[in-house]
């Protein structure tokens, strides 16, 4: 895969240490540096889901900024699950996810991820939303999912790219914010500061 690098243009850096986000990245043949940041992830009181993912998105980029050096493109990721205003977020145990895959089953939720890119002074930042609708889910189609281990470390206790996609209904929205990174809106936002994520390779 090519590295976006100083040689020919700005290097990609994705303040995540999300394995997820770093393998949606890569089906567009990418090989970001990845350089986890240290944010507190605590909701405000008050927050909103959308204020939440918007301002982890950018605490994530500007931290990621300061630990680089040279002409780098930062980005940074928040991703919620919301179902009735309320952020679902990793179950703490099976008890935890099993109830989590309940109060979804049958009922439309949203997936709201905030996006956020630093490039020295410039920065810029979006959010995006996906609705997903789960089928109605029987008590033996909980137990089974939950022996796959996938609710474990994830927000809402499902995943779209594994056996969670046997869960979903429908989906509108992309599918790939599901998973953790809306790639199509990842690629609008580092163009606005000047890095052509499909064009400008090493």
Known sequence: MAEVTDGVGPRLVLASGSPRRAQLLA????????R?????????????????????????????????????????????????????GKPVDRADAAAMLRALSGRTHEVTTGLAVVRGPVSAATRVTTEVTFRPLTDAEVTWYLGTGEPD?????????????????????????VIGLPLAETIALVREVGLDLLCDRS
Do not use: F
Not at 153 to 166: S, T
Not at 168 to 177: A, K, Q
């Open 27 to 34: 089906r567009l043949g990418l090989d970001p540096v990845l």
């Open 36 to 88: 986890p940041t240290d944010v507190d992830e605590t909701p405000r009181a008050g927050e909103t889901a959308d204020d939440l993912v918007s301002r982890l998105a950018a605490a994530k980029a500007t931290a990621g900024a300061a630990g680089g050096t040279g002409d780098e493109v930062v980005l940074g990721a928040d991703t919620v699950v919301v179902l009735d205003g309320r952020c679902l």
């Open 153 to 177: 470390d994830k927000a809402g206790g499902y995943g779209l790219q594994g056996a969670g996609a046997a869960l979903v209904e429908r989906l509108d929205g992309s599918d790939t914010n």
